[in-house]
């Protein structure tokens, strides 16, 4: 198959780093460090790849991003969310 790049997005939480992978989300994993999180997400992409379906084959094609955005939305919820912790709380 020969070498890709795929887009990892890291996203600080409680416990460390979610490695979200858009275009491989059963991939997603998380690990203690920015480090590690990436390290578990090529792990989890070698075991995606180690037999393929053709739709994981075509959006190999698509898996890389040379620039990533990231914005927010604010929205207007019927109920209140439940809480969350924060880093810095």
Known sequence: MGRHKVTVILIPDE???????????SCNTSGDSPRQALENAKESLELLFVEPSEDDLEDLN?????HVTVGEVELELPVKPKPTKTLAG
């Open 15 to 25: 416990d460390g780093y979610v490695a979200y992978i858009p275009s491989f989300p």
């Open 62 to 66: 698509f898996a890389h991003a040379d």
